[in-house]
């Protein structure tokens, strides 16, 4: 896969909980376990990651919606539209990674960690 190009603000992690909620609002009855099953990921995830008072996105979570939703993930991150990863997210998506939007966010990821993600806002979560 090619190399994404590093980020060059770190993310908000209240700006990342709207557009996630934005795109998860008012589906699956407004039931965050039947969403979370949907995406396929683990409930206490995606309710860290949309908390109101104090989100923690995970990448667990960015993940599932870049692929769910087929957004492009520094969108999502960081609320600018970026072709090249929408892109390579899209174009190699059972290939797409942590590692790759780790890249994006400009934080390597040592193999095999569970290590944070550390001003990015969000967390490696298995």
């Not at 892109?87 to 994006?104: I, P, V």
Request: include cysteine; proline fraction near 7%.
């Amino acid at each position: 896969m090619q190399s994404l190009l590093p980020v060059m603000k770190p993310p908000d992690p209240k700006s990342v909980a709207a557009r996630v909620k934005g795109l998860i609002g008012g589906q699956d009855n407004g039931l965050i376990a039947i969403t979370a099953r949907r995406l396929g990921v683990n409930e206490v995830a995606l309710r860290i990651t949309i908390d109101d008072l104090e989100p923690h996105p995970t990448l667990e979570v960015i993940m599932a919606v870049v692929r769910v939703y087929g957004v492009d993930p520094t969108w999502l991150v960081t609320g600018e539209y970026d072709p090249t990863s929408h892109r390579l997210a899209m174009d190699d998506e059972a290939n797409f990674t942590k590692s790759d939007l780790c890249k994006l966010l400009g934080r390597p990821r040592e193999s095999g960690t569970d290590e944070s993600a550390g001003d990015t806002g969000l967390r490696l979560e298995a």
